[in-house]
């Protein structure tokens, strides 16, 4: 495992239509995951470490802020960055995220949440986002990073789908749709779709806290703003991005879904969730689930092999203590 080298951090023009950060070195091995508490034990860093990942995704839920009160989110954002198994795992591999609502700020919350600006803040310090990233220009925490060059190039997207998200409808506590309402705001969709159109990237990685394919279960996901979802695939039809693979957290479970998309083909959603504490009771139905319904403490692998002509990729999700549970699951085979 290595810290990617400076000129790997190339800045690249402030414009909107450029990716934010580029790194030389291609990636082989990129590791996930979402919901940590930072007051509870953090020995899963360790074995995360073990897998020699080039990159961390945070997937949100970072840390668990939910305060109005920014001196109490940055003291906590500092209680997980300078941990003892933490600090040592960010000095050897390069650590992108985004977030979710505990670190955002609230549960459950979006647009109306009264302190977005100054969390944003202190969650790109959390991430080391260099001042100079074109990240810092825009409102939200919206970020685009490509790794490697050529044929080898993956481009990560992390989706920002708290600060610009509508009403979150609930009855009876089971979340319901919003038909009107946004989750990425226009700017950001904007933004995304020169992100996308005529990208030479080999791979997609499209990050957000919430998970984008399930529809049934009755949290929070992309399906309570239909037709926000249904953008996205349009979108995806419309720019033909390459191999577009979305990345989730959230849930305290872990999984893989599959979604065939006319026009465009098969993306997939691996959500791995639940670093410090999971949802063990959980026994709900994804119909697009391949593979296990992950209900205990996890964090999730993706291994790249770009020997030959076309790149393979497969997911792992192995528990807090290193054993393997699900994978490896070839989706790009």
């Given amino acids: 495992m290595k810290k990617l080298t400076a000129l790997a951090l190339c800045l690249i023009s402030l414009s909107v239509t450029a990716q934010d950060i580029v790194f030389k070195e291609a990636l082989q091995t990129i590791a996930i995951g979402s919901c940590n508490r930072q007051e509870l034990p953090q020995h899963i860093w360790n ?17 668990y802020g939910d305060t109005n009160d920014m001196a109490v989110m940055k003291a906590k954002y500092a209680q997980q960055k300078n941990g003892k198994e933490y600090s040592a795992f960010r000095k050897k591999a390069e ?39 074109a990240a810092w220009e825009r409102k939200g925490g919206y970020q685009s990073y490509t790794f490697g060059e050529s044929s080898q190039k993956i481009k990560v997207i992390l989706l920002d789908a708290r600060y610009f998200r509508g009403a979150l409808l609930r009855e009876n506590g089971v979340s ?17 779709e020169k992100e996308l ?43 033909q991005a390459k191999n577009a693979i979305f990345l989730s957290g959230d849930r305290h479970i872990s999984e893989v879904a599959a979604l065939h998309v006319p026009g465009y083909g098969m993306t997939y959603d691996f959500t791995s969730s639940g670093m ?30 770009w020997s030959g002509n076309e790149p393979k990729v497969s997911f792992t999700i192995r528990r807090d203590d290193n054993e393997l549970i699900d994978g490896p699951i070839a989706i790009l085979k």
Avoid: C
């Fill in 47 to 63: 074995n995360i470490a073990k897998h020699n990942p080039d990159l961390w995704i945070w997937l949100g839920d970072n840390i």
């Fill in 95 to 133: 650590v992108i995220g985004i977030w979710d609502d505990h670190d955002f700020g609230k549960n459950d919350a979006g647009s109306e949440y009264a302190f977005k600006d100054e969390s944003r803040d202190l969650m790109f310090d959390f991430l080391d986002v260099p001042k100079s990233s």
């Fill in 176 to 192: 319901q749709k919003n038909w009107e309402g946004q989750v990425l705001g226009e700017a950001q969709w904007e933004w995304l």
């Fill in 197 to 239: 159109t005529n990208s030479d990237a080999a791979i997609h990685l499209i990050s957000s806290g919430i998970q984008f394919i399930a529809t049934e279960h009755r949290f929070e996901k992309w399906d309570n703003f239909p037709k926000e979802r249904q953008r996205m695939l349009d979108l995806l039809v419309k720019t």
């Fill in 276 to 305: 410090t504490h999971s949802y063990t009771a959980s026994t709900e139905y994804n119909s697009y689930r391949i593979g296990k319904l992950v209900t205990e403490k996890s964090f999730g692998l993706i291994n790249i092999d």
